[in-house]
Nanobody
Framework: QVQFVESGGGLVQPGGSLTLSCVAS????????MAWYRRAAGKQREWVATIYVGGSTKYADAVKGRFTISRDNVKSKMDLHLTSLTQDDTAVYYC?????????WGQGTQVTVSA
């Protein structure tokens, strides 16, 4: 069974930083492009960043220059380092393997940016 477990969220002040982690199971992690998504209250889930099998990365314009995605294929783990956070970054963050099939979403991890 494919499973994604996100962690690392929390309450952070504007301008602060946070690192989110995602551990995947049930897949050959190194064979998948991986991505982070987020969903703010009352909004649709949106794509945040992708890290490809080869290690190259791509970011949504809203987070470019502030967020950094990375992966550890040995641990089947992916991180998202968030910096210069604003209230617009408040959301539940999810990870997902990019595959021909849509896997079930994990529970996500809540990031709240507030003074």
């Amino acid at each position: 069974q494919v499973q994604f477990v996100e962690s690392g969220g929390g309450l952070v002040q504007p301008g602060g930083s946070l690192t989110l982690s995602c551990v995947a199971s049930g897949i050959i992690f190194s064979s998948y492009h991986m991505a982070w998504y987020r969903r703010a209250a009352g909004k649709q889930r949106e794509w945040v960043a992708t890290i490809y099998v080869g290690g190259s990365t791509k970011y949504a314009d809203a987070v470019k220059g502030r967020f950094t995605i990375s992966r550890d294929n040995v641990k089947s783990k992916m991180d998202l380092h968030l910096t210069s956070l604003t209230q617009d970054d408040t959301a539940v963050y999810y990870c997902m393997a990019l595959a021909g099939t849509q896997y079930d979403w994990g529970q996500g991890t809540q990031v709240t940016v507030s003074a």
